[in-house]
């Protein structure tokens, strides 16, 4: 058991960084035992501190696991940006000051492919509006003709 | 997360200057104009101002009568020209890409019809105004492939009445 006047000093050079590993060891003892001076009371939190810290279960590794959360977000944010930039990018370049003859070059020159004998264009006219107008009926027609089969077996 | 939230925000708040681009009248020069000048490809222009002459001209067609004339001019007069194209070779190949060209969002589709043949018909218009200015057909088979597209304003009611007419 330690003395008082003994505690008091190896504090002293425990403070001063004076202490072996022993005599730190004695200090802790006497700090966590029940019979403390009453003019050293102040310092046993210290060591109670110190011995919690020792004996506490070591803190789990922190987990990872954010990353992958983050990483989608950033390639997101990545695509997102992407997006934006293609739409912004491929910008036309300025309209010049010649707009009509810029709009002649793009379009085509149909007048290359006009028929202009009436009796040809009367006769693409005939079979295209044929074919067209035999399309537009098909479908209704054969919807009809098989409403038609189904109400004549349900008869 | 902010950088994903204020991309989007960006991407939603300011609409995409390439849409705002003025397209031609009619799909083959919108969408296939190359196709045009492709010598593999037959096309064929008619203006609606050769239509005014088959009243007068006094044509003679042997299948087509009097009566059939007047049917067809009926449809037509409002019709401001007719585009043709047609090709007969790789036709499964231009009928998968034409189908991928057509935009949706101009273009609606009016019916598609698949006959026992293998001949593939989809037809779409183009609206505006609650009037049809356009009819767009694609017409592909095993051996052959063809668009038409018919600006003006265009009946279908009477365009579906004509194929009585003709049939007669």
């Known amino acids: 058991m330690m003395k008082p006047e003994t505690a008091k000093e190896l504090l002293e050079r425990y403070f001063a960084g004076e202490t072996s590993l022993a005599e730190e060891s004695e200090l802790r003892n006497y700090f966590l035992g029940e019979h403390v001076a009453p003019g050293l009371e102040q310092h046993r939190p210290l060591f109670a501190y110190w011995q919690a810290r020792a004996t506490a279960p070591k ?17 997101a944010a990545a695509i997102a ?14 309209v010049s000051d010649f707009p009509l003859a810029e709009t002649q070059t793009k379009t085509i020159d149909w007048s290359k492919y006009e028929v202009t004998e009436p009796e040809a264009a009367l006769r693409i006219l005939h079979s295209t509006l044929k074919t067209v107008s035999t ?4 479908a209704p027609r054969a919807a009809a003709s098989q409403l038609r089969t189904v109400a004549n077996s349900l008869d | 997360m ?13 609409p995409a200057p390439a849409a705002a681009q003025k ?3 009619d799909a083959i020069s919108a969408f296939f104009s190359e196709y045009v000048d ?8 008619v203006s609606g101002k050769v239509f005014e002459l088959f009243r007068g001209a006094n044509i003679e067609i042997d299948e087509l009568g009097e009566e059939e004339l007047e049917a067809i001019l009926a449809v037509v007069q409002d019709i401001e020209g007719i585009r043709l194209l047609h090709t007969d070779r790789r036709a499964k190949d231009h009928w998968m890409e034409a189908k991928n060209r057509i935009p949706t969002d101009q273009y609606e589709l009016l019916f598609k019809v698949r006959t026992r043949d293998g001949t593939n018909v989809e037809a779409f218009i183009q609206d505006e105004n609650a009037a049809i200015n356009e009819l767009f057909l694609l017409v ?14 265009i009946d279908l009611k009477q365009l579906s009445k004509l194929q009585d007419a003709l049939d007669d």
């Open chain 1, 59 to 75: 803190a789990l590794p922190r987990r990872r696991r954010r990353t992958l959360p983050r990483l989608l977000a950033v390639a």
């Open chain 1, 81 to 94: 940006l992407l997006l934006t930039a293609n739409v912004w990018l491929p910008v036309k370049p300025a």
């Open chain 1, 135 to 138: 399309e537009i009926n098909r």
């Open chain 2, 140 to 153: 592909g088979a095993d051996q052959s492939f063809a668009m038409l597209s018919f600006v003006g304003v």
């Open chain 2, 23 to 25: 397209v031609p009248t």
């Open chain 2, 2 to 14: 902010k950088y994903l939230i204020t991309s989007l925000l960006l991407l939603v708040l300011f």
């Open chain 2, 38 to 45: 492709d010598p593999t490809f037959d096309v064929v222009y």
